[in-house]
């Protein structure tokens, strides 16, 4: 069975200071990745995602992720924050064709 | 741009009502999902549907049953509310034959059971 565990539940940083949010699965089979975004009283949507091919992944509003296969992690990063980007931020797997798996998710709080 | 709407933002609704959540989306999506989301769970698997009048339950499927009548609607009913069904409940889509993955979401409707 797949698993996905998020290791920060809050994540504070200051305006234009760089950030991690850090995703570890857990996988018998080849996995798709995604991060999801929910700005306050809103739905979810696609931050990014990882198919195949290159393992650094672009994503929208300056995000990027990196697949890393080895320690089964999909870091979310991004250089530069801006207040706009306080959000939670979710990391989901699936099993190639089979149901999303979502992580606890992150509450990244962006201060000035 | 897809479209996921969902028909109410707030409910509230006693115990032992019977609650209907409806999910509309204007894509032509085979898939459609049920969440719900409760903090520090992050969003559990309820039913999903891969297809008209198809349902298969997913994670958390206790108390709540679906219907899907016609492509674009999917329908989540809790048959007897209870206190402890109190949560966000996202609805989701997806193009990809029998696919979970890239799910559009509607803005999520926030029940409170009294």
């Known amino acids: 069975a797949q698993s996905v565990t998020q290791l920060d539940s809050q994540v504070p940083v200051f305006e234009e200071a760089p950030v991690e949010l850090r995703c570890n699965y857990s996988?018998?089979?080849?996995?798709?990745l995604f991060w999801y975004v929910q700005y306050p009283n809103q739905g979810l949507q696609l931050l990014l995602k990882?198919?195949?091919?290159?393992?650094l992944v672009k994503g929208i509003n300056g995000f990027e992720a990196e697949f890393n296969k080895s320690q089964t992690s999909f870091h979310l990063r991004k250089p530069s924050v801006h207040i706009s980007d306080t959000a939670e931020y979710f990391c989901?797997?699936?099993?190639?064709?089979?149901?999303?798996?979502f992580g606890q998710g992150t509450e990244l709080s962006v201060k000035p | 741009d897809v479209k996921v709407t969902q028909s109410s933002r707030y409910l509230v609704k006693r115990t032992g009502e019977k609650v209907f959540l409806e999910c509309v989306q204007d894509?032509?999506?085979?898939?459609m999902f049920w969440y719900r989301q409760d903090p520090g769970l992050g969003l559990r698997l309820i039913y999903f549907?891969?297809?008209?009048?198809?349902?298969e339950k997913g994670d958390i499927p206790e108390g709540y049953s679906v219907s899907r009548e016609k492509k674009e609607r999917f329908s989540l009913i809790l048959e007897s509310a209870s206190t402890n069904q109190t949560s966000m409940y996202l609805c989701?889509?997806?193009?990809?034959?029998?696919?979970?993955?890239?799910?559009?979401f509607g803005p999520g409707t926030r029940l409170t059971v009294t």
């Open positions: 989701a889509s997806s193009s990809v034959p029998r696919g979970a993955y890239e799910q559009y």
């Open positions: 996988s018998s089979v080849s996995v798709y």
């Open positions: 990882y198919l195949s091919g290159s393992t």
């Open positions: 989901a797997v699936t099993p190639r064709g089979g149901k999303l798996i």
């Open positions: 894509m032509d999506h085979e898939n």
């Open positions: 549907s891969y297809d008209v009048k198809m349902k």
